[in-house]
């Protein structure tokens, strides 16, 4: 089965499961249609069911094509820089250009960058924080589908690495939001106040950071 939209071809993947009693459409990061469903759902039901969420559909193909936008190129900071692969350096920065060598391990590179600023930032957040908390401890890794955890019984805050990548003003949001997990464990409405009071146009950032 095949989307197509702006003369492009999308592949539709149906998977039923005999489990499944709703059916969820979903583009993924390789921009194809994935369909689950209960096995005893038609094929021609899946077809008129994908032809009446068309409009939902493609705004997750572009939301799905923004972000990869966002992702091309080397971002530092927020900041993107077009690659030129050179072999007198292991990194320099020129304006709009950044020169890498390639065999340079760029996430070791990223993380060495990564953790004086990010301890840096988590104590300005910290000693700034509304609320008596406990002084967590720092962990950066690599991570695919979160920004951030919080560890609440061993007061540990765990930063995606991803962030190095973005202004200091969204790793400042992710710190401030796992903060106050230390109070707050669930995403409640005291939560979410407890990080506008620290975070005030928290929401407009959530927003920014669905593009990347």
């Not at 070791?108 to 967590?136: C, E, G, T, V």
């Not at 979410?192 to 005030?200: K, T």
């Amino acid at each position: 089965m095949k989307f197509t939209y702006q003369d492009k071809e999308y592949d539709v993947v149906i998977d039923k499961k005999k489990t499944t009693k709703n059916t969820y459409i979903r583009v993924k990061d390789n921009n194809i249609i994935y369909v689950t469903t209960n096995f005893l759902v038609s094929e021609k039901a899946i077809k008129k069911l994908i032809d009446s969420n068309e409009k939902s559909i493609i705004r997750m193909i572009n939301a799905k094509e923004k972000k990869k936008a966002n992702n091309q190129g080397f971002y530092y900071l927020g900041k993107c820089y077009e690659i030129v692969y050179v072999d007198y350096c292991d990194i320099s920065f020129g304006d709009v250009k950044v020169f890498l060598n390639k065999n340079l391990d760029i996430d070791k590179w990223y993380k060495n960058k990564a953790k004086d600023l990010f301890q840096k930032h988590l104590d300005l957040m910290y000693n700034n924080f509304s609320r008596n908390i406990p002084y967590p401890s720092l962990r950066i890794r690599k991570m695919t589908s979160r920004w951030g955890v919080c560890n609440i019984k061993t007061k540990t805050v765990t930063l995606n690495l991803e962030l190095i990548k973005r202004d200091t003003k969204y790793l400042d949001y992710v710190i401030i939001h796992e903060l106050s997990h230390l109070l707050e464990a669930n995403h409640s409405a005291k939560f979410w106040l407890l990080v506008e009071e620290n975070y005030p146009n928290y929401k407009e950032i959530r927003k920014q950071m669905k593009d990347f």
